[in-house]
């Protein structure tokens, strides 16, 4: 199930805390979605509080290392897709992680650019993409709390 974050869910993001700085803030205002199975909590993305060039930007995507390669990354952008459905969803990533390269070519994302030479801090150049996401979508849009059914 993938669902919005609360801030009893902050524990367990930390647990495998993969970006630097406080999550508390997106949980409160609605940006930061969870991947649960049971009561595990397995991944997590949130959405930028701004846009790149007018448009929604995913800012992190996580899954723990023990649930990786199991299709909660898959899960997460599939959901974000259903909240942007009719617009185009930009994502960025390091030029070495090849986990996400591989994700973002099987959901059929664009490259869009890069910055090189700083964007990172160990130097690596950030790689951005994007997908038009279809305004009609074959997948049930998901309940208004933002929750929706997980594999």
């Known amino acids: 199930m993938i669902r919005k974050a609360q801030p009893c869910d902050l524990a367990a993001i930390l647990t495998f805390k993969t970006f630097a700085g406080d999550r508390s803030r997106e949980v409160e205002e609605g940006r930061l979605f969870v991947s649960l199975d049971g009561d595990c909590l397995n991944g997590w993305a949130t959405m930028a509080a701004y846009t790149l060039i007018g448009r929604p930007y995913v800012e992190f995507l996580a899954t723990h290392p023990k649930h990786r390669r199991q299709g909660v990354a898959t899960r997460l ?75």
């Open 77 to 151: 952008l599939e959901h974000l897709e259903l909240l942007h459905r009719g617009q185009r969803l930009f994502i960025s990533t390091e030029d070495y992680n090849a986990p996400m390269l591989s994700l973002l070519t099987k959901r059929r994302y664009t490259p869009a650019g890069k910055i090189s030479g700083g964007a990172n801090q160990d130097g690596a150049d950030e790689l951005y993409f994007y997908k038009d996401i279809a305004a009609q979508s074959r997948t049930a849009p998901p309940p208004k709390d933002g929750a929706t059914r997980g594999d």
